[in-house]
């Protein structure tokens, strides 16, 4: 059991990285990179001189397994080596299976094993900013498969008051918590009022029904991404039963609020779908929601609670399948 437990955490990475047509976040994973992990799996992963530490036998459980992993990961690691520290293919190969633990973990874990890495790179101010840089792209850009903002919000926490950031990075800190608390998941969502095709008005909280969730696609018209995405929407036969059934809702808002930009659009939306536009171009003028880059989605509960924050298509495909089961 625990051999399996371990090697579901370091192979998922490498799935995940694969899955993503080998593009890690921030840019493209050397392919080379999978294989050699792949081989430092097989020979139990030594085969790049980071000895990881074994979990002692007394522990069996799943989680507390991934506890250990994750506490224990970068035990041998040497962030005074600037040489390793700097070598790409080493950190991304590394980082995709530390982060690939962290499902598995209990939460206390999860903010102890981030708190206790940031600590050990404290060896090295370079070492240290180098971390954070890997963690970000890893859990921040939309082109990673390891995306999660709240996973990287204990990063963010672990670093806040720490002596080892100059002051520019501390300021991008602090916005960055402030983005991750906006609108977080478990939280009530801000309303915002809506400008419909027909020229009527409604907000978020207005479309709130009983029983039924809420779906919001930020996007911009001029976007070709969020059309690409909204395409992959359209054609989900998954969506498509769910909205015909009334077990969601879709609100498609132009957050920019440009009208001339708005009118101009003639993308064809699904029957069913809410089409609109900020008034004034309020959410993005206000910055009521993080939109890090577009399309953007969340997902209400009728209680206006978040449930989805930027989600990805798999996550929201996910909770629709979870609703229909």
Not at 142 to 164: G, H, K, T
Not at 226 to 241: D, R, T
Not at 249 to 278: H, N, R
Request: hydrophobic share 45%; aromatic share 8%; charged share 25%.
């Amino acid at each position: 059991m625990r051999i399996c437990v371990l090697t579901s955490l370091f192979v998922g990475a490498m799935l995940a990285v694969s899955c993503s047509d080998a593009r890690s976040a921030g840019g493209a994973v050397k392919e080379n990179s999978v294989a050699e992990a792949d081989s430092a799996l097989a020979d139990g992963g030594h085969g790049d001189d980071l000895v990881i530490p074994e979990v002692p036998l007394a522990i069996s459980e799943p989680e507390a397994v991934a506890g250990y992993v994750l506490m224990h990961y970068w035990d041998n690691m040497d962030f005074t080596d600037t040489a390793r520290v700097a070598d790409d293919a080493f950190m991304e190969r590394h980082f995709a299976r530390y982060l690939s633990a962290f499902p598995y973990a209990s939460a206390d874990d999860a903010r102890k094993a981030v708190a206790g890495l940031m600590k050990r790179a404290e060896a090295d101010t370079a070492a240290y900013h180098r971390v954070m840089d890997v963690a970000e792209r890893f859990l921040t850009s939309p082109n990673s498969s390891m995306r999660d903002e709240e996973l990287y919000y204990l990063f963010l926490s672990a670093v806040d008051s720490s002596p080892f950031l100059d002051s520019d990075r501390r300021v991008r800190v602090r916005a960055q918590i402030e983005d991750v608390k906006k609108n977080r998941r478990g939280a009530t969502a801000t309303d915002f009022a809506i400008v419909c095709r027909d020229g009527s008005r409604t907000s978020l909280y207005k479309e709130a029904a009983e029983g039924q969730l809420r779906m919001v696609v930020f996007y911009d018209p001029e976007c070709e991404h969020c059309h690409e995405i909204m395409s992959h929407l359209a054609a989900s036969e998954l969506l498509s039963e769910a909205v015909a059934a009334g077990v969601i809702k879709v609100l498609a808002v132009y957050p920019d609020g440009d009208a001339e930009i708005w009118a101009e659009d003639d993308t064809a939306m699904p029957q069913g779908w809410l089409c609109g536009m900020s008034p004034e171009g309020e959410v993005a003028e206000k910055d009521l929601y993080t939109l890090p880059a577009m399309p953007v989605i969340y997902v209400m509960a009728p209680d206006n609670t978040v449930l989805l924050k930027d989600a990805s298509l798999p996550e929201l495909f996910g909770l629709i399948e979870s609703l229909q089961q």
